[in-house]
């Protein structure tokens, strides 16, 4: 009896499989055309829906099939959503370095939280600049690994991990404003850290 129950879990298992095969290929094409108009952009198009086909397998592969044309739909407009907030990221560090030190801010400015996001997509710049922010984004992963401990949590949490500040805060045990410091001061030693090397964008 028991190898009787194992069989037929298992070929449960292999059925719900077989159908969230047959509806990824099935809503592929649609959902890539659905990407292709929200960004606007091949390469990003394509990324954006086998990321939202991965998620949807890694987390849902065990509901019924009924469910799946929904809970794909919100995983294709969370993923945009968040191709947007990368795009926001990434706009920060090809602003010149100016805009991202507030002089005026009491140790609470965050450059994230006001950044306007470039129209302009990463495939579309022209390679020699393509080139260019890599570089500079490489320079600056290896200057956030030598940022004191706190300022480096909180800068990777808020932009790379891409929470919001009240997330930040209750992961790091902190409060917001202790985030936003943290951030601010992780942005002026990265920002300082580009002059000194010469990149004034």
Not at 104 to 117: C, K, S
Not at 118 to 131: F, I, T
Not at 158 to 179: I, K, P
Request: proline residues 4%.
């Amino acid at each position: 009896m028991p190898s009787l129950h194992k069989n037929r879990s298992e070929a449960t298992e292999l059925a719900t499989y077989k159908e969230l095969a047959d509806f990824l290929a099935e809503v592929e094409r649609r959902a890539y055309k659905q990407a292709m108009f929200a960004v606007r952009d091949e390469h990003a198009a394509l990324d954006i829906v086998q990321d939202a086909m991965m998620k949807l397998s890694e987390k849902y592969s065990d509901r019924p099939s009924a469910e799946l044309p929904l809970l794909f739909q919100r995983i294709l407009q969370n993923t945009i959503r968040d191709y947007y907030r990368r795009q926001k990221v990434r706009s920060m560090w090809t602003t010149p370095v100016s805009s991202l030190v507030n002089e005026d801010a009491e140790g609470e400015h965050d450059p994230l939280e006001t950044l306007e996001v470039e129209n302009e997509s990463a495939y579309d710049a022209p390679p020699p600049v393509q080139l260019e922010r890599s570089q500079i984004l490489a320079t600056i992963e290896k200057s956030v690994a030598k940022l004191p401990a706190r300022q480096r949590e909180a800068f990777i949490l808020r932009y790379w991990e891409e929470m919001d500040v009240s997330e930040a805060a209750q992961a790091m045990g902190c409060s917001e404003g202790s985030v936003k410091t943290h951030c601010s001061r992780a942005t002026h030693a990265l920002a300082e850290t580009l002059k000194k090397l010469g990149i004034t964008l």
